[in-house]
């Protein structure tokens, strides 16, 4: 997705959102923490937040989760492919068939989730597991949204290799 260059100029944060109002990024935390820890795989959980954040343009969360991926143990390649995870060999269906829910529900708008990808994705996941990647979706889309519009500062993040 190709940005408009225009968007920032400011290469600092506009404000501090989580000081500003701390109840609502207490709020989006508890969505985060309920992901981290619903059951997925850690390494399928952050190819959704790395792909989801390159298609909404988030270089915070891009710079976040890449740096996370790797201290985790993700291959550099499987990273660097990613937007065109189609195309490449490296992703197993499961992951594949995530891949293709994230852009989705990123995407949606006024077309929905059509009832083909819908069952694509329900071949790999059970029910609790559908909700849980659609919870994930919706939670990097969220931080996308925040991190893009108060212009987060990005490449200052250090990877927690504790989660």
């Given at each position: 997705m190709e940005?408009?260059?225009?968007r920032v100029t400011n290469m600092t944060s506009r404000l501090?959102?989580?000081?500003?109002?701390?109840?609502?990024?207490?709020?989006?935390?508890?969505l985060e923490h309920y992901v981290r820890d619903c059951g997925l795989e850690h390494s399928l959980l952050e190819l959704v937040k790395?792909?989801?954040?390159?298609?909404?343009?988030c270089g915070y969360c891009l710079d976040m989760h890449t740096?996370?991926?790797?201290?985790a143990g993700e291959k550099e390649q499987r990273i660097y492919v990613l937007s065109t995870w189609r195309e490449a060999p490296f992703y197993t269906p499961r992951e594949r068939a995530a891949?293709?829910?994230?852009?989705?529900?990123?995407?949606?708008?006024?077309?929905?989730?059509?009832?083909?990808?819908?069952?694509?994705?329900?071949?790999?996941?059970?029910?609790?597991?559908?909700?849980?990647l659609t919870m994930a979706v919706v939670t990097i889309n969220a931080w996308n949204r925040l991190a893009i519009s108060f212009s987060s500062e990005v490449g200052s993040y250090r990877p927690h290799l504790a989660r």
């Amino acid at each position: 997705m190709e940005r408009d260059s225009t968007r920032v100029t400011n290469m600092t944060s506009r404000l501090e959102y989580s000081r500003v109002a701390p109840e609502a990024h207490r709020a989006v935390m508890g969505l985060e923490h309920y992901v981290r820890d619903c059951g997925l795989e850690h390494s399928l959980l952050e190819l959704v937040k790395i792909r989801a954040s390159q298609i909404n343009g988030c270089g915070y969360c891009l710079d976040m989760h890449t740096k996370d991926a790797r201290a985790a143990g993700e291959k550099e390649q499987r990273i660097y492919v990613l937007s065109t995870w189609r195309e490449a060999p490296f992703y197993t269906p499961r992951e594949r068939a995530a891949l293709e829910w994230t852009e989705v529900v990123t995407e949606m708008g006024r077309h929905g989730v059509t009832e083909d990808v819908y069952q694509r994705t329900r071949e790999h996941f059970t029910d609790k597991e559908l909700v849980d990647l659609t919870m994930a979706v919706v939670t990097i889309n969220a931080w996308n949204r925040l991190a893009i519009s108060f212009s987060s500062e990005v490449g200052s993040y250090r990877p927690h290799l504790a989660r």
